[in-house]
């Protein structure tokens, strides 16, 4: 592996983590955690942004065990992230945000049921709130999990692609250019 | 041969335009030092990433003209920080770094580490944790870490920026005894008033070309002093409206005082 | 604990959750959670079992309040076990120890790098993230406002953290190279673990454990 990409999978996953300083300070319930894994994979490709999602993962699991068996979410956001940017979807905001989107239902989708099997949706907070509200609406349990996770992952994979695609515009060609995919991501290519 | 020779190099960053190196020719031969001058810019900074084969391979871009290097070189980049390998957590093991990325037998690791930090005054450090560091004692582990991979062409970018004046004294101390044992050494510097008892040779360059190379009398000639790259005798000597050829040095002041 | 191969505590901290899980709750998970608790005794009642309950306990309390006393009992043991094991973990690996295992053992430096540089640079970008927001807030950022006001600001305070981190990247890629760091090169171990045969057969029996209650699990 290229030297430049292995310097970038410890700074990827550091921002990552770092920015949840920046969503505190403006009071948002956002995570921003997979911010590192898509802009890995947009500059470098899915195998890249894999091993930023799996380190990401492991760090977080540092501060909170149980979030482990969501590396699975980590690495479907890198291989989503790289069929995206392979199709030039970060070009920008009318298509990212949409991209987002989608990304932020197959999230649910997918760590639902390991919310529930694993841990019965109490994995955070937040999660379980949303979870007992879902139930108070008459939800089944399983649909209500789904609730509680949904409602965070949607607008937070959403701004994720958002931020990178004005990360990736707001980079120096010379920069740019020195990353293998980056330019087709932005549909410069 | 020389340890180091560039011929009619030209060099261009990825995506970019103008050249950052136009026909530049250079041959450092072992045990001289020589000091590159030139306003931010100049190009200074990429003829050191070039002689020490990290352009156009890492950087990109591309390059021609020849590059001819007969050892192994070492760069010492401008921002301390980043140079840290994140990877150890005491000062000794970051000095250790380049040698045991070399792959040699730990005792010889264990020679050239504790050589590395006495040059380097730094002996006292070595269970500290680096990033507990000031920016001066990063810049001067760095250092370390370099020549502990005992390179046969030093290449300094910027070294004396972090350190206070003492610190900058016993770098260039260090320079020159480097020299001494036979190393080739070339030094972007901003520091002009150190060059002329450093260097053996100067290199002017500007725009990405050599403008001029010669002897360190180089930094009190009349054009050179205009573009504000004389040492601070020859511009205070020139502001006072007295007489070229001005003076290099203190020393050479004073004699022409008298 | 401290001074065992690195692998060997991975190996415990790894093992003890997925007993947890696969083993029939609610003993045991009952008996994974003892055997964490203890460990996490052994290392320090105040360093690292405080923490392990104050971190456990939440998770009890959103399980009461979500689900039977059955199911809270069962997943509430897995949880502890996973969260004691975790805290324990951190507590006695040493980052170092665990990069020289890993090239010690002719594990490809890159590995080892990532992981190891992965831990330093979280702590840096954690304090710049920090220092970029104390800088936005004396220019006025605040926590009120729209949705869309909000969404400007937290922009305002990524971009300059992603962008400077991204020509960190070409700076750091400088630097390793000159310092020989090279994929698939042998590097010397400066301070290998010692690992006894007797570590190593433990960390076999430990993975043979695991896979009869995968498989008794599963039949």
Redesign the interface.
């Known amino acids: 592996m290229p030297v430049r990409l292995l310097a970038l999978i410890p700074v990827a996953v550091a921002i990552s983590l770092a920015l949840s300083a920046a969503v505190e300070a403006v009071a948002l319930p956002l995570f921003l955690d997979t911010t590192g894994t898509i802009l890995a994979t947009a500059l470098a490709g899915p195998s890249v942004g894999v091993a930023v999602g799996v380190l990401t993962s492991a760090v977080n699991t540092l501060r909170n065990p149980t979030f482990w068996p969501f590396v699975v979410i980590q690495i479907i956001v890198a291989l989503y992230a790289g069929l995206a940017a392979r199709a030039g979807l970060f070009r920008g905001l009318r298509t990212a945000v949409p991209a987002g989107l989608g990304l932020g239902v197959i999230a649910s989708l997918t760590s639902t049921p390991i919310s529930y099997f694993l841990f019965g949706c109490t994995t955070t907070g937040g999660i379980a709130l949303t979870t007992a509200l879902g139930r108070a609406l008459g939800l089944p349990p399983l649909g209500a999990c789904f609730f509680g996770s949904f409602v965070s992952d949607f607008g937070d994979k959403a701004v994720t692609f958002a931020l990178v695609t004005s990360v990736l515009h707001a980079l120096p060609r010379r920069t740019a250019a020195r990353f293998p995919l980056a330019l087709r991501a932005i549909g410069a290519a | 041969m020389n340890p180091l020779t560039l011929e009619g190099v030209e060099f261009h ?4 335009e103008a050249p950052a190196l136009r026909d530049v020719s250079l041959a450092v031969a072992a045990g001289e030092i020589v000091a590159l001058v030139g306003k931010v810019g100049a190009g200074a900074s990429t003829l050191l ?1 070039v002689a ?1 084969d ?1 352009a156009p ?4 871009g591309r390059l021609t003209g020849t590059v001819r290097r007969r050892a192994r070189s ?2 010492v ?1 401008p ?1 301390p920080w ?9 000062v000794w ?1 970051e000095v ?11 005792r010889e ?1 264990a020679r050239h580490v504790e050589r590395a930090l006495e040059r380097l005054e730094i002996a006292a450090l070595a269970e500290r944790d680096p ?1 507990t560091l000031s920016g001066g004692e990063v810049q001067r582990v ?1 250092l370390a ?2 020549l502990a ?1 005992d390179p046969d062409v030093v290449l300094l970018d910027e070294p004396t920026a972090e350190l206070d004046p003492a610190g900058a004294r016993a770098l260039w101390r260090l320079v020159r005894v480097l020299a001494g044992e036979g190393k080739a050494i070339v030094v972007a510097t901003s520091d002009l008033d150190a060059v002329p008892a450093v260097a053996d040779r100067v290199a002017w360059l500007e725009q990405g070309a050599v403008r001029a190379m010669g002897a360190p009398d180089l930094l009190a000639e009349e054009a050179t002093c205009e573009a504000g790259l004389g040492t601070t005798v020859a511009g205070v000597w020139r502001a006072a409206g007295l007489a070229a050829p001005y003076p290099l040095t203190v020393a050479d002041a004073i004699q022409r005082w008298r | 604990m401290r001074t065992r191969h690195p692998f060997t505590l991975l190996t415990l901290a790894a093992a003890l959750p997925t007993l947890a899980w696969l083993l029939p709750a609610p003993a045991g998970a009952l008996g994974t959670a003892a055997v964490a608790f203890g460990l996490a005794t052994a290392a320090g009642v105040r360093r690292v079992l405080v923490p392990a309950v104050v971190t456990a306990a939440p998770f009890w309390l959103f399980l009461f309040v979500l689900h039977d006393l059955p199911t809270t009992l069962a997943i509430g043991l897995r949880i502890t076990t996973m969260v004691a094991g975790f805290v324990w973990l951190a507590a006695v690996l040493a980052p170092d120890r665990l990069v020289e295992a890993m090239v010690a053992r002719g594990w490809s430096v890159t590995v080892a790098y990532v992981f190891a540089a992965t831990l330093s640079a979280v702590p840096l970008f954690r304090a710049r993230a920090r220092r970029i927001v104390e800088a936005q807030r004396c220019r006025g950022l605040s926590p009120r406002g729209s949705v869309a006001k909000r969404l400007r600001a937290l922009r305002a305070l990524a971009l300059p953290l992603l962008l400077s981190a991204l020509h960190e990247v070409d700076e750091r890629a400088l630097a390793l190279e000159t310092r020989g760091l090279r994929s698939g090169a042998r590097r010397t171990p400066l301070a290998p673990p010692p690992d006894p045969a007797l570590e190593r057969a433990a960390r076999w029996a430990l993975l043979l454990v695991c896979i009869a209650a995968l498989v008794g699990r599963l039949v």
């Open positions: 960053y990825p995506a970019t990433l020490a990290l391979r890492i950087t990109g070492g760069i980049l921002t980043t140079q840290l390998s994140g990877m150890a957590f005491t093991d250790a770094f380049g040698p045991a990325n070399l792959g040699w037998p730990g690791i990033v760095i870490g370099i991979m």
